[in-house]
C-alpha cells in the first residue's frame, strides 16, 4: 500500500487536479474526473499495481485521460480531428519557445483548442517534455505532436491575424516566433 | 501585457489548486477504499484458512459463499453511502454550479459569435454554386448531417442562395451557406446540435427567439431547429 498513499500528498494531488483541468477546462468537471480516476486507481489489486505501476502520477494521468476520453465518446464532434492531423511538420517545441501572447488571447485561445492540444501545451510548458517524449507519453507518432504543434501555431497566427509579427510588436497580441 | 507563452500556461496551470474540502474529501475516499481493501483481503484469508484446515471441502465452499454474499452487501451499501454522499454535495454545490454554467453559456455564444463574424468577414470562396439546396445538400458528403433551408429569413429580407463551402464552428466541421440578402451577403452556417458542447440554446422549433449579438460589426443570430445548430451573419446596415 505504500505507492498508493504516496499519491495522496497535496502537491501530487494538485499536479493531478491540473492536468484534469487542462483535458476539461472546467473545474468541477477536472474535479469529477480526478475523483473517479482515483477510485479506479485504489481499486486496483496489489498484483495488478506491482505489475502495471512503475510511476504512479504517469499512471494515473493515463487513467485520467482514458476515463475523460471514455466520457466524451458519446460526443464524436470532440474527437474529431483536423484533415491535416496526419501531414508532417518541420516545426519543434522549441518554435514555440520565443512566442509572446497576452493574457487575454491565450483564455480565448485555449478555450477553443481541442483537448490534445491543450494537453501537448500542458506536456511543453508546465512539465517541460520535448515533442519526442510527449509522444511517448501520449502513445502516439511523433509527426503528431508535430502536426499538432503547427496546428496551434497556425492558431496562434489566425487569432491575432499577424501575418508579420514585427508589425504586431506594437500593438501587443502575438509577437516573435510567428514567421 | 504580454509574456511569453510558456509562463502564461504554466501561471494559468499552476494557479488551478484543489480547495481544502475537495482534498479532504480525496482523502476520505482514500481511507474508504482502503479499509474496504483491507476487510476484503482478510476475508480472503479468513476463506483460505478455513478451506486448508476444515479440510471439509463443502463446508468451506458454504463459508466461501456466505462470505462473498457479506462482502456484495456491504459493497452495496458502501455504494449507497457513496452515491448518496455525492448527491448531498451536488444539491449544496447546485447554486454554484448555475452561476458558472451561465458565465460558461456566455462564454460559448461570445465565442461562436466571433469565431462566425470572423469567418463572414473573410467571404473565403464558395466551394460549390448553386441556387437549389438539394445540389447543395449533395455536395456535403463529408457531413454526417443534410443542410437544411431556415425557417428564419434574414431580417424579414428577400434572400437567394448564392453557394456553400466547409466550414467549422467550435472545431466541430460545419456546412456554410450563402445568400444574396437584398443588397448583401448574408452566411448560414449549420453543425449538428451537441448540448454539451454549445450548451443550452434557444430552439426555434420550441417557440424560443433566437440569440441576437453583434461581433466585429457583424450581426450573429444564434438558435437551434431542426436538430441543427443554426448561426446567420450579416452586415449591420
Known amino acids: 500500500m505504500k505507492d498508493k498513499d504516496a499519491v495522496f500528498n497535496r502537491t501530487l494531488l494538485d499536479r493531478l487536479y491540473q492536468y484534469a483541468c487542462v483535458l476539461t477546462k472546467e473545474p468541477h468537471e477536472a474535479y469529477d474526473l480526478l475523483q473517479a480516476s482515483l477510485e479506479k486507481y485504489l481499486k486496483l489489486s496489489e498484483k495488478e499495481r506491482t505489475l502495471s505501476i512503475k510511476n504512479a502520477e504517469a499512471f494515473i494521468k493515463k487513467i485520467i485521460r482514458n476515463h475523460f476520453i471514455d466520457t466524451l465518446r458519446s460526443s464524436h464532434a470532440h474527437l474529431l480531428e483536423l484533415y491535416d492531423e496526419h501531414a508532417m511538420s518541420d516545426l519543434e517545441c522549441r518554435d514555440l519557445e520565443s512566442v509572446v501572447i497576452d493574457r487575454i488571447h491565450l483564455e480565448s485561445i485555449w478555450n477553443q483548442l481541442e483537448f490534445q492540444a491543450r494537453e501537448i501545451l500542458y506536456y511543453w510548458a508546465v512539465m517541460g517534455n520535448t515533442a519526442a517524449e510527449i509522444a511517448t507519453i501520449l502513445d502516439v507518432p511523433r509527426g503528431t505532436v508535430l502536426s499538432r504543434l503547427h496546428r496551434i501555431k497556425k492558431r496562434l497566427q489566425e487569432r491575432s491575424g499577424a501575418k508579420d509579427p514585427k508589425e504586431r510588436d506594437h500593438r501587443g497580441g502575438i509577437k516573435g516566433g510567428i514567421q | 501585457m504580454s509574456d511569453h507563452l510558456k509562463d502564461l500556461i504554466q501561471k494559468k496551470v499552476i494557479s488551478q489548486k484543489l480547495s481544502d474540502n475537495q482534498f479532504d474529501t480525496l482523502m476520505t475516499l482514500k481511507e474508504g477504499v482502503r479499509q474496504a481493501c483491507h476487510q476484503a483481503q482478510r476475508r480472503d484469508q479468513e476463506i483460505e484458512g478455513q478451506t ?186
Not at chain 2, 113 to 139: C, D, F, G, T, W
Not at chain 2, 231 to 236: D, P
Open chain 2, 52 to 237: 486448508d484446515g476444515s479440510g471439509d471441502k463443502g463446508r468451506a465452499l458454504m463459508n466461501q459463499f456466505a462470505l462473498r454474499w457479506r462482502r456484495a452487501v456491504a459493497a452495496s451499501v458502501a455504494l449507497f453511502a457513496v452515491i448518496g454522499g455525492t448527491f448531498m454535495i451536488q444539491q449544496y454545490q447546485k447554486p454554484l454550479r448555475h452561476v458558472s454554467q451561465l458565465s460558461e453559456q456566455a462564454g460559448v455564444v461570445e465565442a461562436i459569435s466571433q469565431e462566425v463574424a470572423k469567418n463572414h468577414i473573410k467571404m473565403k470562396p464558395l466551394e460549390v454554386r448553386s441556387s437549389k439546396l438539394s445540389e447543395v445538400q449533395r455536395y456535403f458528403t463529408m457531413l454526417d448531417f443534410s443542410p437544411i433551408e431556415s425557417t428564419l429569413r434574414f431580417a424579414d429580407q428577400a434572400h437567394a442562395l448564392l453557394g456553400a463551402r466547409y466550414c467549422s464552428i467550435r472545431g466541430v466541421t460545419a456546412a456554410q451557406l450563402r445568400y444574396q440578402a437584398g443588397s448583401g451577403l448574408s452566411t448560414l452556417y449549420e453543425v449538428p446540435y451537441d448540448a454539451a458542447l454549445f450548451g443550452d440554446l434557444p430552439n426555434i422549433d420550441r417557440g424560443d427567439e433566437p440569440i441576437q449579438s453583434y461581433s466585429k460589426g457583424v450581426s450573429v443570430k444564434i438558435w437551434v431547429e431542426k436538430g441543427l445548430l443554426l448561426v446567420s451573419a450579416q452586415n449591420v446596415d
